[in-house]
């Protein structure tokens, strides 16, 4: 009786420390959420909110990998709705014959947000297996942020997620375009290594980084990639729910 009576207590005890470290880590990562968007703005004043762009790579970024980040600056703006945000993506995803399809998508979406979205279709900007002429899509980039008067941008990073050479262009134009507008705050999206892929990992680097957008839940990663029915099947929603990108977004000031 004393040994079931000892392995039941520790299994209680062991229970009690797991909900206590993961609703700690929740309430923690909670507040992160609540720093996200003034960390991003640091600096700027307040009463005159700056313009914020994503620089997108094709329709559908903004949903495998920017869902956490979409969702915690649509909290902050229900505060403040002064907020402006713009998307500009690069190419309309020319394949299968389904752009057309990915243009209303990726808008529906932004209106589910209240971005404004503005999607190009230059020849040299298609989808594939190339690099982009840096100092082109650079100067696509300039035109746009000038346009919206944009003082912070939200991007990829160096290592743009997968390596995906279009992905990688679009993180080597907005890096030219730094350049050429030095005043321009740019915040990479962190590209998770071998171990951080898992959510967990991710979680847990996220505690000890800022700044960070966090959910706890696959929903909003799945509600956009489904809005997306031109590429959506069965296994989509498998890689969804072990990709950390579904769940932590972390960035790195350019």
């Given amino acids: ?24 880590t929740r309430f923690w990562l909670n507040r992160r959420n609540l720093h996200f968007v003034p960390e991003l703005l640091d600096g700027y004043d307040i009463k005159n909110l700056p313009t914020v762009s994503f620089v997108f790579t094709h329709p559908n970024d903004e949903a495998y990998y920017f869902s956490p980040t979409l969702e915690i600056l649509k909290d902050f703006r229900k505060a403040r709705p002064d907020l402006d945000v713009h998307a500009l993506v690069l190419s309309k995803g020319r394949y299968s014959g389904e752009e057309d399809n990915r243009v209303l998508e990726i808008q529906s979406i932004c209106n589910k947000y209240n971005v404004q979205c503005t999607i190009l279709d230059e020849p040299d900007m298609q989808v594939g297996q190339k690099m982009w002429d840096k100092d082109n899509v650079s100067a696509l980039i300039q035109k746009f942020l000038n346009q919206n008067d944009s003082k912070v941008v939200i991007t990829f990073d160096k290592d743009a997620v997968d390596g995906e050479p279009n992905h990688v262009s679009t993180y080597n134009a907005v890096a030219e375009t730094k350049k050429q507008m030095p005043d321009l705050r740019i915040w990479t999206l962190r590209s998770y290594g071998f171990l951080t892929k898992f959510p967990l990992f991710a979680y847990l680097q996220a505690i000890f980084t800022s700044p960070i957008a966090c959910v706890h839940t696959i929903g909003p ?34």
Avoid: D
């Fill in 1 to 24: 009786m004393p040994e079931k009576t000892t392995w039941g207590a520790s299994c209680a005890a062991i229970t009690v420390l797991i909900l206590l470290v993961y609703y700690g």
């Fill in 221 to 254: 990663a799945y509600q956009n990639v489904k809005i997306h029915k031109s590429e959506w099947s069965w296994t989509t929603s498998f890689g969804l729910f072990f990709s950390s990108y579904s769940y932590v977004n972390i960035y790195s000031r350019m």
